[in-house]
């Protein structure tokens, strides 16, 4: 069970998809209950317990998860429930019988909800109505490289978000989408609507993804990798592939690829793969941000890579580099080696008087 304030962790969820490429998905609350809420029965027979009590009684009995938000829901109530074989919604309109206590389910995890004496009001002409911000640090499970944080509040303009203090002053917070900087160590206001979803990338992130759309994780292929980094400080990244349905990655079929970076005036990115498995990834696309100028040249394993001055011919090229001013960030792009290479990207600053 999971007691939300101030300053606790809502932990965000990642799931690692096809090739292994970290898809980053927000923490979505769901209005309709997963299939696991349906098909899970429980049984119980408590008298005069807390419900606390019971809700540790439940995640005994299931692989569910209660988060709530610390001082909002009275869970010290005693209560008395006797259920056979009843779903967790049933259980939970037992136990919170005419307290005003709504929950939302994603996954395994359910999310309780106090709502406002406004929202109570028309609780019972408008269910959705019932549904209240959940507030508190947002971060994923290893507290890196991106933090987010939904808008779950109709009519929401701005949402809180905590950025937590490394101790090292030379790790920044980029926005996902302006790529605005921040010192941890803060709580920011960031604008938002109710298909907002705020995510900070951290020094040192690396993160894959597909450039290309995927509508089925088991038959659709990865064709274009899209690398986002921040490469303030030396950092690696592993992303691991296989044919994700049988097992014949214990016998060579993966593809592992190990992805390092070395910071500095010179910006070295190393890719190192180990395995048989196919690689599909056709095109790779580096996001490489740098706020404070655009570099001086991009090399892959040592050859100068073409620099365009305009975003289209970028675009319409094969292989080149572009900085864009929008991002703040080296645009880089080029077939797949498929082999182990280098791109250094030089960040140098050189005497032109001298030259």
């Given at each position: ?24 998905i ?18 119980l ?10 809700l ?154 597909a ?21 303030d ?21 993966y ?24 690689n ?34 970028y ?38 008087i001298?030259?």
């Open positions: 069970m999971l007691e939300l304030d101030q300053s606790s962790t809502l932990k965000k969820i990642l799931s690692i998809m096809k090739l292994t490429v970290v898809f980053l927000a923490f979505s609350l769901q209005i309709s209950a997963s299939v696991y809420s349906q098909t899970t029965k429980l049984s027979n408590v008298q005069n317990q807390s419900i606390k009590d019971v540790y009684l439940i995640e005994n009995q299931s692989d569910f998860r209660f988060i709530y938000e610390s001082g909002k829901i009275n869970l010290d109530k005693k209560v008395s429930v006797q259920v056979r074989e009843q779903s967790v919604e049933f259980v939970l309109r037992q136990l919170f019988n005419n307290e005003g206590v709504d929950y939302e389910i994603t996954e395994n995890n359910l999310i309780l909800i106090n709502p406002s004496p406004e929202q109570l009001k028309f609780a019972g002409q408008n269910k959705s109505q019932t549904r209240k911000k959940v507030t508190g640090v947002v971060r994923d499970q290893n507290g890196e490289p991106i933090i987010g944080a939904n808008v779950v509040e109709k009519g929401a303009e701005i949402r809180e978000v905590y950025l937590p203090d490394t101790g090292d002053k030379n790790i920044r917070f980029y926005d996902y989408y302006t790529r605005n900087e921040y010192e941890g160590g803060q709580t920011i206001k960031v604008p938002v609507d109710i298909s907002s979803i705020p995510m900070f990338i951290k020094s040192g992130a690396i993160i894959p993804m450039a290309n759309e995927l509508n089925n994780l088991m038959n659709d292929k990865v064709d274009s990798l899209h690398i986002i980094m921040a490469p400080i030396d950092s690696s990244f592993t992303i691991y592939d296989d044919d994700g349905k049988t097992n014949d990655y214990k016998n060579g079929s593809l592992k690829t190990d992805i390092s970076v070395k910071a500095g005036a010179k910006t070295y990115i190393d890719f190192e793969y180990e395995g048989s498995y196919e599909t990834a056709e095109t790779m696309e580096l996001d490489v941000i740098h706020r404070e100028k655009a570099p001086f040249y991009v090399q892959l394993d040592g050859k100068e890579v073409p620099h365009f001055l305009h975003r289209r011919k675009e319409e090229s094969d292989i080149g580099w572009y900085y864009s001013q929008t991002k703040k960030s080296v645009q880089v792009k080029y077939p797949n080696p498929k082999k182990n290479h280098q791109v250094l990207i030089s960040f140098e600053v050189f005497d032109m001298g030259m």
